[in-house]
């Protein structure tokens, strides 16, 4: 456990370089105090004293501002910047090495039982309020954009921007199919909206030219 938290101790200086003593990060780094008291609830929850580790799942957030189901499984090294209102679900499997932005939601998509939360990769960085949701795969050495949704599996060493979340870039290199233009996003009730339009208008003319051959006859 000392070895942990001289771990942590060090990885706050390697990530952040605001970081000046170890008493200041450790009396002031919300981010550490929060997986500090993650890794005792996750203990407790692992011994199925369920209501000890919610309960103090529920005091770190009202310490710390940062809500961590004590059921969720975090790795080595994990390091939330300016933590406040992130949100990590039970189910949530998180690797080594992995940082999070103040914002970011690690949730589910409803009310379906078992595996309901993502499972995130080794080195994995997601930026201020994106929200990655369900039983998806975030892969080793990925970004996610900030504010950005991912609903789906994200391969490994790519780069996801949009609502929703799209792969921009892979291996380093630009996925031109995938590229977004900011200025020209997709709007699925604009395109659903135009549709309907294009069918009443249809309507309209069957209806007109019936109209026309009664009228005739």
Request: hydrophobic share 40%.
């Amino acid at each position: 456990m000392r070895n942990l938290i001289r771990e942590d101790l060090n990885n706050v200086f390697d990530q952040d370089p605001a970081a000046r003593s170890k008493f200041e990060v450790i009396m002031t780094y919300s981010g550490l105090h929060a997986i500090w008291a993650h890794r005792v609830a996750h203990w407790l929850w692992k011994k199925k004293l369920y209501f000890f580790a919610r309960a103090l799942s529920q005091f770190s957030r009202f310490l710390t501002g940062i809500e961590i189901h004590p059921g969720a499984q975090i790795g080595r090294r994990f390091f939330m910047d300016h933590g406040m209102g992130i949100v990590i679900g039970e189910t949530c499997e998180i690797g080594d090495d992995v940082t999070l932005f103040q914002g970011v939601t690690l949730g589910g998509t409803g009310k379906e039982k078992g595996k309901r939360h993502p499972t995130i990769g080794n080195d994995v960085l997601i930026s201020a309020g994106a929200r990655v949701l369900g039983s998806i795969n975030i892969g080793d050495h990925s970004k996610i954009g900030a504010g950005s949704v991912v609903l789906r599996d994200v391969p490994a060493d790519s780069t996801v921007v949009g609502i929703p979340g799209r792969v921009v870039r892979q291996h380093g290199q630009k996925v031109h199919h995938h590229d977004l233009d900011h200025a020209d996003l997709p709007d699925p009730v604009a395109d659903k909206i135009e549709k309907l339009e294009s069918e009443i208008n249809r309507l309209k003319k069957a209806v007109q030219d019936l109209e026309l051959s009664e009228e005739k006859e």
